[in-house]
């Protein structure tokens, strides 16, 4: 679920897939943290843009695939996987233009919301891949510089992290794939030191000889709120094999606090306020997750939430079976 941390994303494209984004809930200055308060103007900002353009005009058929695509959330597990096809090869057949990489983008961003198959995450990252080599979206003007459009990040993502292929060849993709690495390598230079709900503090350069799972959060994320349980056996199925499970949240203490005791969470959950460790981790959207072996090197990382299974073979990279 990555609608509510976009602050890299382009307000024009922003815009154009925010009515792909349903389930995303809205937060009032009242109830969000200063970080998701910034993230909420940058978003505003973003649709004051796109209010400025021309508004989309949908055919028939993408207007249907709309509203499939926004009913995903709702599908059960068992049965999004074979729905999310059937979507992307719905796309494919759509003639080319901003529209069909409009809704290939827009599917792209849900398919990672658990485990829905390789071939699906397959269909869906060729269907995208068609659309941007039908439709090339421009890079940034000369002595601008700025991450890639989303669409090639999304890829590039799905490629790196899920494993799937793509024929593309366009230098804003090359660029996209560049980005990644480097986003990488920063994180693992990255350290922080935080403190938990019990007011112990951790830092994480002092948890080398230990399996680090870092993982970002809200207690308004409905895919956030899917995965916790899973990080709380995993934390203690697998603690004397030296597993460390950090949960970071932007949010408020009391809220979190609430949140862990009403749903039984007894794995450090650490604030982050302000947000400035989810900047350095470069979290664009949550859940998130990232996987860090004894020797403190980036092992593996999710572009989205995971089910247990998924975690596991995370973890499996990292050397905990």
């Known amino acids: 679920m990555k609608t509510p941390m976009l602050s890299r994303r382009s307000a024009a494209l922003f815009a154009a897939l925010l009515f ?107 269907t995208l891949s068609l659309a941007l080599s039908q439709n090339p979206v421009a890079a940034a003007a000369p002595g601008k510089p700025a991450r890639p459009a989303s669409p090639y990040l999304e890829l590039a993502k799905l490629v790196r992290y899920e494993h799937v292929t793509t024929g593309l060849s366009d230098p804003e993709y090359a660029r996209a794939q560049a980005v990644l690495v480097a986003d990488e390598e920063e994180v693992e230079r990255a350290d922080f030191t935080l403190s938990d709900l019990s007011g112990k503090s951790w830092t994480l350069s002092a948890l080398r000889g230990k399996v680090v799972l870092v993982n970002f959060w809200a207690t308004w994320c409905p895919p956030c709120r899917k995965e916790m349980p899973d990080l709380n056996t995993l934390a203690h199925r697998f603690e004397k094999e030296g597993l460390v499970v950090l949960s970071l949240s932007d949010e408020d203490r009391p809220k979190v606090a609430d949140y862990a005791a009403a749903h039984d969470l007894t794995y450090p959950i650490l604030l982050d306020t302000g947000g400035a460790v989810a900047k350095s981790f470069h979290v664009e959207g949550i859940p998130k997750t990232f996987i860090f072996d004894r020797g403190g090197k980036l092992a593996a990382q ?7 299974g998924q975690f596991l073979a995370m973890l499996a990279q990292a050397g905990i079976h």
């Open 302 to 308: 999710s572009i989205d939430m995971r089910t247990q």
């Open 20 to 126: 792909l984004s349903t389930a995303a809930p809205k937060l009032t200055s009242a109830q969000a943290s200063p970080q998701t308060q910034e993230k909420a103007q940058n978003q505003s900002a973003a649709q004051t843009a796109a209010q400025a353009a021309p508004k989309p005009v949908y055919s028939a058929a993408e207007t249907a695939i709309i509203g499939e695509i926004r009913s995903l959330r709702a599908t059960p597990d068992a049965e999004r996987g074979a729905k999310t096809s059937a979507i992307a090869v719905e796309i494919a057949a759509l003639p080319a233009g901003v529209n069909k990489l409009r809704l290939a983008s827009g599917l792209a961003n849900l398919s990672t919301e658990g485990d829905f198959g390789h071939q699906t995450l397959q269909t869906v990252a060729d």
